[in-house]
């Protein structure tokens, strides 16, 4: 925050005075305060509310996560505005969780063989340039590797971008630079190239190429005080970075990227063999644990992934909470030993029959003379388990094995 300071006289403390654009902030600071305050106290009367029946119990437990989650994101901008007074976030360690491993294995491989091909080609023709040529082909297939299906594009674009920043590059330091005596002229002869590269750089047609075109210029002329025109080292520079960046293009052809289709159907796949096993898990699983796996596949789903792959990730995300919540209800003998058959029958990819028991176990609660609302919670969870089995029974209804 900018703040003017202004001391009275010497040792006296110093008067802070706020900006007009700082008390608008202060102001919207203190009403997001408010505004988390408001949060805490509406799920508390919500979490407080005296239901009566399941659906109104877990219609009340599902809008106060809602307003949690509102109250985190304020949270989350009161850090980013650093405000003070703010509570420090838990620390729970880190933990290495990602999304599927397949795909960083396919990348790693791809890696190993066209780098390992590259440097094998090196030691066999001693070429002096051979290691700018690892270390091109290694930039491209490492850089483009992340996107995915679209790695092979983009690794195209550099390519396409550094052949063109070579032949531009060849033909201002044999062509121009021998004409210029000054540091005026080596000025214009830079200027006349990175000043329209740099603007057609900010346009969104083709930016990796024209970020190749522009960042490899004045590597490959290497300007020096001293200027020298040896050709053969030139080529050799010009050729190492083509003939790396091809390459590494040329590995996303040989070894493709998984197709997004076969990734958003891997993912769900993971993700139902997870809820599988935790079903019939004798060790308990942490809801954050659990969360934080399902949040990670739901943000690596591909664009391509139709909306009811979406829903059904959004549903597993919600029979697994379900089932961790039911697990620290202490339910009745009868109907924990039911609620365990059906979790059993989950788990064998037996959806229809987990719906049976299910609601023999919401029977069992019903009548039971506990009416605590620990009941109602169960029997709450329980309902949201048999809607999400009822909605999705072509994803819930396979075992995994």
């Known amino acids: 925050m900018a703040l003017h300071a202004r ?57 106060a996560q809602v307003l949690i989650g509102l109250s985190r994101t304020l949270d989350g901008l009161a850090v980013l505005l650093n405000q003070a007074g703010q509570p420090a976030p838990r620390r729970q360690g880190f933990r290495l969780r990602p999304p599927d491993w397949l795909p960083a294995a396919l990348n790693g491989v791809r890696a190993v063989l066209v780098i390992g091909a590259v440097t094998l080609f090196w030691i066999v023709t001693e070429w002096p340039n051979g290691a700018s040529a690892i270390v091109w082909t290694s930039i491209v297939v490492i850089l483009f590797a992340p996107r995915a299906d679209q790695a092979y ?83 050799n520079a010009a050729l190492a970075l083509w003939a790396g960046s091809t390459l590494g293009a040329f ?94 029958d989950l788990a064998d990819g037996n959806g229809q029959a987990a719906v049976v028991r299910l609601a023999a176990v919401d029977r069992m609660l019903a009548t039971t003379a506990d009416t605590a609302p620990a009941m109602l919670r169960a029997r709450a969870f329980i309902l949201l388990l048999s809607q999400a089995l009822d909605h999705h029974p072509e994803y819930f209804n396979v075992a995994i094995t």
Request: hydrophobic fraction near 50%.
């Open 7 to 63: 001391e009275r006289a010497k040792g006296a403390p110093r008067e802070l005075r706020l900006l007009p654009e700082d008390r608008g902030l202060a102001r919207n600071m203190a009403s997001a305060a408010d505004l988390r305050g408001a949060l805490g106290r509406a799920v508390r009367r919500l979490l407080a509310l005296p239901a009566e029946t399941p659906s109104l119990r877990l219609l009340a437990m599902q809008t």
């Open 251 to 344: 590995s996303f052809r040989l070894i493709p990227p998984l197709s997004p289709a076969w990734r958003a159907a891997r993912l769900l796949r993971l993700t139902l063999r997870d809820l599988q096993r935790l079903a019939i898990s004798a060790t308990p699983t942490r809801l954050t644990d659990w969360q934080s796996r399902i949040y990670g596949r739901l943000a690596e789903l591909p664009q391509q992934a139709t909306p009811l792959q979406r829903a059904q990730l959004v549903a597993a995300l919600s029979v697994g909470t379900a089932i961790i919540k039911l697990r620290r209800i202490d339910c009745p003998g009868e109907a924990n030993a039911e609620l365990e058959h059906a979790l059993t």
């Open 153 to 235: 594009e983009g690794a195209a674009q550099f390519t396409v971008g550094n052949m063109i920043a070579a032949a531009l590059a060849g033909i201002v330091a044999f062509a121009v630079l021998p004409q210029m005596q000054t540091f005026a002229g080596l000025a214009v002869a830079l200027g006349l190239y990175l000043i329209p590269s740099g603007a057609l750089l900010m346009q969104p047609w083709r930016p990796v190429m024209f970020t190749a075109i522009t960042a490899q210029f004045v590597p490959l002329l290497a300007p020096a005080n001293q200027e020298s025109y040896d050709t053969a080292q030139f080529y």
